[in-house]
Structure formats: structure tokens, C-alpha cells
């Protein structure tokens, strides 16, 4: 069997994933399946760093360094690796190809402001003309104009630009690149073009040319060097996939036909649809969706909602080490029906969760009364109300009759958050599977090796070798 290896990084840890195929070329659903294995686990987290939360790599790296060395001591060397992360994160490299500062954090608070304060140099129906992003504070855009304020001289040095995934993949291979639909979040690409709007950065001040042209998931291979070469051969190499982790998750997602909603659950709930073009309208505008790109330049056209970063808050500053079974139990047998909002900014990187939902809830005139595992019932409902919102503003964009929810992610191992968003939203709900952006990224690099012909015989195998739950509405 060929194997590949997906590695998966999100803000609070990683999965290396090796996936392969039974039946290589086979389409007999008695023996053809994707096999998955996971090979290693580790945890992500901020660290403090001159005052800003920013991601340390170097422990990111030895973490995948230490999955490969299992790799290596199971004498397993895959056909080839890939990496996907979040978006907006990025470094910036030197004319000596080192890195110029930290990897500052999106959470972190130098772009609270910037929304707003760069209205003055674009107007925001112009830049989404232009973009087609939400709005929504740490987009690279904000970021560099932060940085462009408090510490000119990083980007006056800069001579290379990397998202947080290119810059893995260079520390693996000595190769940059920028890979499209990681670069679609940084609101530096034009989203009818799909290239980097020089125009817009010019205006803006901002450096034109420290880029990559944008290159499409699967189609760059790139070789291994340094001991990770060691480790698993030569013949493996890097695919680089959709590096975005949703990009990912999107490819792995079976849907049924094209009046499914789309919705990756974890810390960040994305929610929306593939599109083959942007949507640009002010419409769109004013109901902050957003246009990301997708594999085989497509847009994925979705709204991010806050997600689960608000009940993980809860769980670890009110019940540390609770299973989240046991916590869902007992918010279920909560009688709180009150709801937030739970894409308010307040609740993006507070000091304390806790106090930010009570002190909203507060503000609704509901200071008394309201236990801890209340909070707990309210973020889970408060969710599903957001997805009922968003389906129904996603179907009067783009003009869809929406008739089921397909649920990707780990938090689609949620049994009671699946039957609140059916119950919420009016659809049927499918799940799974929940290491979807890690198979997703997988699929692309068999796409690549033509160990899979195509995404619709990537699907059925998908639906053949994963747990697809199924939510009936009512």
C-alpha cells in the first residue's frame, strides 16, 4: 500500500495523519477504502513574546521532526507529506533567508483597531470590490498595516513573504512558495484574478514584491532536504496541498449535490458553500462573508463564526480535564435558553472567557442566577442559532433553496451540537469525517500522484471508509 502523510496543524495542536488506499485503482466498495492511521499528536499554543502572542515554530518543527522519527523507526517512508495550518499568519524573511521578528498570533490585540482605521486609505465597499474578505480585524491586511506602524523597519527589511504552511514546507525543502488558498486570506490577492493586487498594496504603502506567485494545492512537488530527507528517503517528497486547513476540509467533505451547506467545526466555525466565482456584492459586504480560495480555483464562499473557542475556554478555565461528554451531558440538562452573540469581538482573545460571557449576559440584564455550566449551554445553543443565521443570509446570496448541512471537523463529534444545528437550522445535518482537513490534504497529494483519478472518486471513498453520521430534521 502507498501511504501519505498529512500534517495537520490548528491553533491548539497537530495530527500527523497517514492515509492510504486498499485497493489501488479499485473501485469494488467491498475492498476499496482509504485507510487512516494517525502517527503522532502534539499540542500549539501561544507564547509570550516582546509583549504579543505569537506561535513558536521552531518547537512546531521539532514536533513534526518527532513524528517523522516514528515514521522512520516503523520503517514507513510515504510517497510524500504535505502541511495545512489556519490562514492571515505569516513571516518574513530576510535577504539572508532569515526571519525577520516573531510569528505573531492572530489573536493577539495590535490589530484591534485597524478595521476601521483603514477605511481611511480604502473604503470598505472598495475593498471588498477588490478582495472580497471579511471584515474581521486579523486579516494579514491589518496586520501589516499594524506592523507597518509599530515597527516599520521589519517590513522596510523584508525581502521574502511566507504564510505560517510555506514556511514549514521551505524549512523542509529550502523552497518558497506562497500556495493559493492560504494567500486568499491575507487580503492581498484580487479575488476575480486570483493574483496579488499590486495596485492595493501600493496604495496602501505596503511591499509589492516580496511575494510568490500564487501556485494552485497539488501542483508544486518539492524535495525533502535535511534530516527529514534522512528520515524517510529519497524518493519521498513534499505535495503541497490546500494549505488553508479548511481549503483542506473542503476537499474531504462527500456532499451529496450542490444544495449542501458546508461546515467546518472546530475553534472556528466556517460555514458557507464552493462557489466557481466570487460573490462581490454589497449584499455579501454587509453580511461579512467572505470569499477564500479553494482547490481547483474555486471559491469557498462562507462566513467564520467564533466556534468552539468558546466553550474550550469555558471547559478550561470552569472545568479543567472534564471530558467533553460529561460537560455536554450536564449543559444539556441545563434549563438556560438564553443566547449570545457569539461572533461579538469581546470573546476573540479575552483575558478571561468566563467574565466576557457573563459581563454580556450582564449587559442583557441577566447578571444573577446563571451557573457555570449555563455559560456552557448558552455557547452551544448560541452556535447553533449563528449557523441558522448564516444558512439562511448564505441562501439569499446566492440564491440556493439549501437543503442539508454537511459537518466536517472535530467538532462534529459533537452528538448533541449536530441534533441543535438540525434542530436550529430546519436541515438535515451529515457528519463527518472529523480529520477532515487532514484526509483532505491527503487527497490532494494522491490527486497528485494519480492515486486518485478525480474528486468525485475521492468522495466515494470517502463515504465508504468514514463514519457519515446523519441528523434527520425533527
Given at each position: 500500500m502507498k501511504h501519505y502523510l498529512a500534517i495537520d496543524i490548528g491553533a491548539s495542536g497537530g495530527v500527523m495523519?497517514?492515509?492510504?488506499?486498499?485497493?489501488?485503482?479499485?473501485?469494488?466498495?467491498?475492498?476499496?477504502?482509504?485507510?487512516?492511521?494517525?502517527?503522532?499528536?502534539?499540542?500549539?499554543?501561544?507564547?509570550?513574546?516582546?509583549?504579543h502572542d505569537c506561535w513558536d515554530l521552531e518547537r512546531l518543527l521539532a514536533e513534526i521532526e518527532t513524528g517523522l522519527e516514528e515514521l522512520a523507526r516503523r520503517g514507513i517512508?510515504?510517497?510524500?507529506?504535505?502541511?495545512?495550518?489556519?490562514?492571515?499568519?505569516?513571516?518574513?524573511?530576510?535577504?539572508?533567508?532569515?526571519?525577520?521578528?516573531?510569528?505573531?498570533?492572530?489573536?493577539?490585540?495590535?490589530?484591534?483597531?485597524?478595521?476601521?482605521?483603514?477605511?481611511?486609505?480604502?473604503?470598505?465597499?472598495?475593498?471588498?470590490?477588490?478582495?472580497?474578505?471579511?471584515?474581521?480585524?486579523?486579516?494579514?491586511?491589518?496586520?501589516?498595516?499594524?506592523?507597518?506602524?509599530?515597527d516599520p523597519d521589519q517590513l522596510e527589511r523584508a525581502r521574502h513573504f511566507l504564510m505560517l504552511p510555506d514556511y514549514l514546507h521551505y524549512r523542509l525543502s529550502g523552497v518558497m512558495t506562497n500556495e493559493y488558498t492560504n494567500a486568499s486570506t491575507t487580503g492581498f490577492l484580487n479575488a476575480r484574478t486570483r493574483g496579488w493586487d499590486r495596485e492595493l498594496l501600493e496604495r496602501l504603502g505596503l511591499p509589492t514584491d516580496i511575494y510568490c506567485d500564487p501556485k494552485a494545492p497539488g501542483s508544486q512537488r518539492l524535495p525533502l532536504t535535511g534530516r527529514a530527507a534522512r528520515l524517510l528517503g529519497s524518493d519521498s517528497h513534499i505535495v503541497v496541498p490546500a494549505t488553508h486547513d479548511t481549503g483542506s476540509a473542503y476537499v474531504a467533505l462527500p456532499a451529496r449535490d450542490e444544495r449542501t451547506v458546508y461546515l467546518s467545526s472546530g475553534t472556528w466555525s466556517l460555514i458557507g458553500d464552493i462557489l466557481p466565482e466570487p460573490v462581490l456584492t454589497e449584499a455579501a459586504m454587509?453580511?461579512?462573508?467572505?470569499?477564500?480560495?479553494?482547490?481547483?480555483?474555486t471559491i469557498r464562499f462562507l462566513k467564520n463564526i467564533m466556534g468552539l473557542w468558546l466553550a474550550q475556554s469555558l471547559r478550561r478555565e470552569l472545568f479543567p480535564g472534564m471530558p467533553w461528554d460529561d460537560l455536554e451531558v450536564r449543559a444539556k440538562a441545563s434549563r438556560c435558553d438564553l443566547l449570545i452573540d457569539v461572533n461579538d469581538t469581546r470573546f476573540l482573545a479575552p483575558a478571561s472567557m468566563t467574565e466576557a460571557v457573563r459581563g454580556c449576559l450582564a449587559e442583557q440584564g441577566h447578571a444573577e442566577g446563571i451557573t457555570d455550566i449555563d455559560l456552557v449551554r448558552i455557547v452551544y445553543r448560541s452556535l447553533a442559532h449563528s449557523y441558522r443565521a448564516a444558512v439562511e443570509e448564505l441562501a439569499s446570496l446566492t440564491g440556493k433553496d439549501y437543503h442539508a448541512i454537511h459537518i466536517t471537523g472535530g467538532g462534529c463529534r459533537s452528538d448533541w451540537l449536530n441534533r441543535l444545528?438540525?434542530?436550529?437550522?430546519?436541515?438535515?445535518?451529515?457528519?463527518?469525517?472529523?480529520e477532515g482537513s487532514a484526509i483532505g490534504n491527503a487527497i490532494v497529494q494522491?490527486?497528485?500522484?494519480?492515486?486518485?483519478?478525480?474528486?468525485?472518486?475521492?468522495?466515494?471513498?470517502?463515504?465508504?471508509s468514514e463514519t457519515i453520521g446523519c441528523y434527520p430534521v425533527g
Amino acid at each position: 500500500m502507498k501511504h501519505y502523510l498529512a500534517i495537520d496543524i490548528g491553533a491548539s495542536g497537530g495530527v500527523m495523519l497517514l492515509v492510504g488506499r486498499t485497493a489501488s485503482g479499485g473501485d469494488d466498495p467491498r475492498t476499496d477504502r482509504l485507510v487512516t492511521e494517525p502517527i503522532y499528536r502534539f499540542d500549539n499554543g501561544y507564547v509570550s513574546r516582546g509583549g504579543h502572542d505569537c506561535w513558536d515554530l521552531e518547537r512546531l518543527l521539532a514536533e513534526i521532526e518527532t513524528g517523522l522519527e516514528e515514521l522512520a523507526r516503523r520503517g514507513i517512508s510515504p510517497v510524500s507529506l504535505g502541511i495545512d495550518t489556519w490562514g492571515v499568519d505569516f513571516v518574513l524573511l530576510d535577504e539572508r533567508q532569515q526571519i525577520i521578528g516573531d510569528a505573531v498570533a492572530y489573536r493577539d490585540h495590535r490589530t484591534d483597531d485597524w478595521p476601521e482605521r483603514l477605511a481611511d486609505y480604502v473604503p470598505d465597499a472598495e475593498l471588498y470590490r477588490v478582495n472580497g474578505l471579511q471584515r474581521i480585524n486579523f486579516n494579514t491586511i491589518y496586520q501589516f498595516m499594524a506592523l507597518a506602524q509599530t515597527d516599520p523597519d521589519q517590513l522596510e527589511r523584508a525581502r521574502h513573504f511566507l504564510m505560517l504552511p510555506d514556511y514549514l514546507h521551505y524549512r523542509l525543502s529550502g523552497v518558497m512558495t506562497n500556495e493559493y488558498t492560504n494567500a486568499s486570506t491575507t487580503g492581498f490577492l484580487n479575488a476575480r484574478t486570483r493574483g496579488w493586487d499590486r495596485e492595493l498594496l501600493e496604495r496602501l504603502g505596503l511591499p509589492t514584491d516580496i511575494y510568490c506567485d500564487p501556485k494552485a494545492p497539488g501542483s508544486q512537488r518539492l524535495p525533502l532536504t535535511g534530516r527529514a530527507a534522512r528520515l524517510l528517503g529519497s524518493d519521498s517528497h513534499i505535495v503541497v496541498p490546500a494549505t488553508h486547513d479548511t481549503g483542506s476540509a473542503y476537499v474531504a467533505l462527500p456532499a451529496r449535490d450542490e444544495r449542501t451547506v458546508y461546515l467546518s467545526s472546530g475553534t472556528w466555525s466556517l460555514i458557507g458553500d464552493i462557489l466557481p466565482e466570487p460573490v462581490l456584492t454589497e449584499a455579501a459586504m454587509r453580511a461579512n462573508y467572505t470569499n477564500e480560495g479553494g482547490y481547483g480555483g474555486t471559491i469557498r464562499f462562507l462566513k467564520n463564526i467564533m466556534g468552539l473557542w468558546l466553550a474550550q475556554s469555558l471547559r478550561r478555565e470552569l472545568f479543567p480535564g472534564m471530558p467533553w461528554d460529561d460537560l455536554e451531558v450536564r449543559a444539556k440538562a441545563s434549563r438556560c435558553d438564553l443566547l449570545i452573540d457569539v461572533n461579538d469581538t469581546r470573546f476573540l482573545a479575552p483575558a478571561s472567557m468566563t467574565e466576557a460571557v457573563r459581563g454580556c449576559l450582564a449587559e442583557q440584564g441577566h447578571a444573577e442566577g446563571i451557573t457555570d455550566i449555563d455559560l456552557v449551554r448558552i455557547v452551544y445553543r448560541s452556535l447553533a442559532h449563528s449557523y441558522r443565521a448564516a444558512v439562511e443570509e448564505l441562501a439569499s446570496l446566492t440564491g440556493k433553496d439549501y437543503h442539508a448541512i454537511h459537518i466536517t471537523g472535530g467538532g462534529c463529534r459533537s452528538d448533541w451540537l449536530n441534533r441543535l444545528c438540525a434542530e436550529a437550522t430546519g436541515l438535515e445535518v451529515h457528519t463527518g469525517p472529523a480529520e477532515g482537513s487532514a484526509i483532505g490534504n491527503a487527497i490532494v497529494q494522491m490527486l497528485a500522484d494519480g492515486e486518485i483519478r478525480d474528486l468525485a472518486e475521492a468522495h466515494a471513498l470517502v463515504r465508504r471508509s468514514e463514519t457519515i453520521g446523519c441528523y434527520p430534521v425533527g
